[in-house]
T-cell receptor, first 110, second 114 residues
Framework: QKEVEQDPGPLSVPEGAIVSLNCTYSNSAFQYFMWYRQYSRKGPELLMYTYSSGNKEDGRFTAQVDKSSKYISLFIRDSQPSDSATYLCAILQGAQKLVFGQGTRLTINP | GAVVSQHPSRVICKSGTSVKIECRSLDFQATTMFWYRQFPKQSLMLMATSNEGSKATYEQGVEKDKFLINHASLTLSTLTVTSAHPEDSSFYIC??????????FGPGTRLTVT
């Protein structure tokens, strides 16, 4: 079983839709959770990071962590074509190492 | 804030030559920097972790003599691909660690070995 599982998609939705991106993880000791956005041929951009269970909101983005289910989510409201990218969840393993999901390719159609 | 730069953004070299890639944290000091490799449509693969002033820690399967990492200051780490071969062609990305374990990534370097 992989440490972090993420549906690679692709996921295609119409502009304005609410997008839900999800990851599951196997080790209950993981505590720090991050979401990155990566445009084609660019480095990943940190969107949000969370430490505990619950929700964290930043503009149109909401990160949700459910430690009891070992499930993390990223919601994008009022999705825009510029949100089209690959979204990677990442979990901190130990003190430094990030373990990434496979990435979900998202397309927002105008 | 938290900007990481990489240079060059793209490099083409001949087989057998060495290539150096620089990674800089522009507006913060990074005790720890990371080097990743990414193949098309795949996730990032951690190659090594470098701490300022000490030897890098390489992931299993990564040849330390082939991928030389130097982290000479709190804002600069370099990756040198020695005696590059076509199979080393890839997208190399560095990152720098922030205050709360989050990592900030550079824009990446596309290496093509002919």
């Amino acid at each position: 079983q992989k440490e972090v599982e993420q549906d690679p998609g692709p996921l295609s939705v119409p502009e304005g839709a609410i997008v839900s991106l999800n990851c599951t993880y196997s080790n209950s000791a993981f505590q720090y959770f991050m979401w990155y956005r990566q445009y084609s041929r660019k480095g990943p951009e940190l969107l949000m990071y969370t430490y505990s269970s619950g929700n964290k909101e930043d503009g149109r983005f909401t990160a949700q962590v459910d430690k009891s289910s070992k499930y993390i989510s990223l919601f994008i409201r009022d999705s825009q074509p510029s949100d089209s990218a690959t979204y990677l969840c990442a979990i901190l393993q130990g003190a430094q190492k990030l373990v990434f999901g496979q990435g979900t390719r998202l397309t927002i159609n105008p | 804030g938290a900007v990481v730069s990489q240079h060059p953004s793209r490099v083409i070299c001949k087989s057998g030559t060495s290539v150096k890639i620089e990674c800089r944290s522009l507006d913060f000091q990074a005790t720890t920097m990371f080097w990743y490799r990414q193949f098309p449509k795949q996730s990032l693969m951690l190659m090594a972790t470098s701490n300022e002033g000490s030897k890098a820690t390489y992931e299993q399967g990564v040849e330390k003599d082939k991928f030389l990492i130097n982290h000479a200051s709190l804002t600069l780490s370099t990756l040198t691909v020695t005696s590059a071969h076509p199979e080393d062609s890839s997208f190399y990305i560095c990152s720098a660690s922030g205050l709360f374990y989050e990592q900030y990534f550079g824009p990446g370097t596309r290496l093509t070995v002919t």
